[in-house]
């Protein structure tokens, strides 16, 4: 065996051997962050023989492996000691001969092929992208599915999530877990949003329907990264006429529920802090605890990288607080198809407009994911149409 073929092998291990421990909800999910970059720098290193991508990755499983029982601490120091070895004696011959490195972000389970369930579900999740956008949500689903649509159903070779949420916190709720089905877009922007949402959302005909991702904040309204932008109403900023005196906006409104809005401002910063003290507890150090935002997110097609467009798309309203590709779609699609079904969306800000980085994006994906499935677990009886 090859030292390479060695080192995917013994990851593999590794990684499995991390998954199924029992941990609690947010124990998981702290797990899974960390294990989550592990495997991506360790994946790069693969590619690069960058060491110090070696060794941050293996710290981070150091930093999982410490939270084990004394059994499993002593036999993950074993398997990243030779992990390290194997990684420092590997040579760039060695990777080049390597035919098949897996892919760190690939998707949890395998998938089955195959007309679609059409039960409906508690809460449908869209997201513009797999990863990290939903894999950090299908993180704190149990029993968790992965489906492919066939190519005669309304969501032809669509791969789609069948799970459930766990409410432990939730005081005299109807159900102790709620069915979720989760999707993801192949392309991000509105015009994927809007087929996706509308497509599951005539096939499982959920309660509830929300989006988790990431998105950019304004920084002169307060906004910080990491962040949490949960707005009440999108307009797109690309909408308009051109004419001879230039581009004249004609922004489209959509709104998020009412119902939905009103229990994130009663509910959300509380939520917040108690998913801070838990993480806080399970990492044994300090946490930043993102703020909540819920006024008006901005919307359009194209990516924006330059601090005067996010401000001339400010100038059009003082409240905008974020901005993002997709939210327009998915409130108007629900709008359009269910007009009682609630709906919100869930960003956390990776980034402030310009010079973008992805130096925040997962942690931006993992506090949007954690607050979404803690807020729809603890309000889901409150969300609901009357």
């Given at each position: 065996?090859?030292?390479?073929?060695e080192?995917?092998?013994l990851?593999?291990?590794?990684e499995d051997?991390l998954?199924a421990?029992k941990?609690?909800p947010i124990?998981?999910?702290?797990?899974?962050?960390?294990?989550a970059?592990?495997?991506?720098?360790?994946?790069r290193?693969?590619?690069s023989?960058?060491?110090r991508?070696?060794?941050e990755?293996?710290d981070r499983l150091t930093r999982v492996?410490?939270?084990r029982?004394k059994?499993d601490?002593?036999q993950?120091r074993?398997?990243?000691?030779r992990?390290?070895?194997?990684?420092?004696?590997?040579?760039q011959?060695?990777r080049?001969?390597a035919?098949?490195v897996?892919?760190?972000?690939?998707a949890?389970?395998s998938?089955?092929?195959?007309?679609?369930?059409?039960?409906?579900?508690d809460l449908l999740?869209?997201?513009a992208?797999?990863e990290?956008e939903?894999?950090a949500?299908l993180?704190?689903?149990s029993n968790?599915?992965q489906?492919i649509?066939?190519t005669?159903?309304l969501l032809?070779?669509i791969?789609?999530y069948?799970?459930?949420l766990?409410?432990?916190?939730?005081?005299?709720?109807?159900?102790?877990s709620?069915s979720?089905?989760?999707?993801?877009?192949d392309?991000?922007?509105?015009?994927d949003?809007?087929f996706?949402?509308?497509?599951a959302?005539r096939?499982?005909?959920?309660?509830v329907v929300?989006?988790?991702?990431?998105c950019?904040?304004?920084?002169?309204?307060?906004?910080?990264?990491?962040d949490?932008i949960v707005?009440?109403?999108?307009?797109t900023?690309?909408?308009?006429?051109?004419?001879?005196?230039?581009?004249?906006?004609?922004?489209?409104w959509a709104d998020?529920s009412?119902?939905?809005?009103?229990r994130?401002?009663?509910a959300g910063?509380d939520?917040?802090?108690?998913l801070?003290?838990?993480?806080?507890a399970a990492y044994?150090g300090?946490?930043?605890?993102p703020?909540?935002?819920?006024?008006?997110?901005a919307?359009?097609?194209?990516?924006?990288d330059?601090?005067?467009?996010v401000?001339s798309i400010?100038?059009?309203?003082?409240?905008?607080v974020?901005l993002?590709?997709?939210s327009y779609?998915?409130l108007?699609a629900v709008?359009?198809?269910s007009?009682t079904?609630?709906?919100?969306?869930?960003?956390g800000?990776m980034?402030l407009g310009?010079?973008?980085?992805?130096?925040?994006k997962?942690?931006a994906?993992?506090w949007?994911?954690?607050?979404?499935?803690?807020f729809v677990?603890q309000e889901?009886d409150s969300?609901?149409?009357?």
């Amino acid at each position: 065996m090859s030292r390479v073929d060695e080192f995917i092998r013994l990851l593999q291990d590794i990684e499995d051997k991390l998954r199924a421990a029992k941990r609690s909800p947010i124990e998981a999910a702290v797990d899974d962050f960390e294990l989550a970059g592990a495997l991506d720098l360790l994946k790069r290193f693969l590619a690069s023989g960058n060491l110090r991508d070696l060794n941050e990755g293996i710290d981070r499983l150091t930093r999982v492996f410490t939270r084990r029982n004394k059994g499993d601490r002593e036999q993950g120091r074993s398997s990243l000691a030779r992990l390290r070895t194997l990684g420092e004696e590997m040579t760039q011959a060695d990777r080049e001969n390597a035919l098949d490195v897996p892919d760190a972000a690939s998707a949890p389970h395998s998938a089955n092929k195959g007309p679609i369930d059409p039960a409906r579900c508690d809460l449908l999740v869209v997201a513009a992208l797999y990863e990290p956008e939903l894999s950090a949500f299908l993180r704190r689903i149990s029993n968790l599915q992965q489906l492919i649509g066939s190519t005669d159903s309304l969501l032809p070779s669509i791969t789609y999530y069948r799970g459930t949420l766990d409410r432990p916190q939730a005081a005299n709720a109807a159900a102790d877990s709620l069915s979720v089905v989760a999707v993801f877009q192949d392309r991000v922007g509105m015009v994927d949003c809007s087929f996706l949402a509308t497509a599951a959302i005539r096939v499982f005909r959920p309660t509830v329907v929300a989006m988790t991702g990431v998105c950019a904040g304004r920084g002169v309204a307060g906004v910080r990264l990491c962040d949490l932008i949960v707005p009440s109403q999108v307009f797109t900023y690309d909408t308009g006429k051109y004419g001879e005196r230039g581009f004249q906006p004609e922004p489209l409104w959509a709104d998020a529920s009412e119902r939905v809005s009103r229990r994130v401002i009663a509910a959300g910063d509380d939520i917040l802090q108690e998913l801070s003290r838990e993480i806080q507890a399970a990492y044994e150090g300090r946490v930043n605890v993102p703020r909540l935002h819920t006024q008006i997110m901005a919307c359009g097609s194209a990516v924006v990288d330059h601090q005067d467009i996010v401000q001339s798309i400010g100038d059009a309203n003082r409240k905008v607080v974020g901005l993002d590709m997709e939210s327009y779609a998915l409130l108007r699609a629900v709008k359009l198809c269910s007009p009682t079904t609630p709906v919100f969306v869930v960003k956390g800000v990776m980034d402030l407009g310009s010079k973008k980085r992805d130096r925040v994006k997962k942690k931006a994906a993992f506090w949007a994911a954690s607050f979404l499935a803690r807020f729809v677990a603890q309000e889901f009886d409150s969300l609901k149409p009357a």
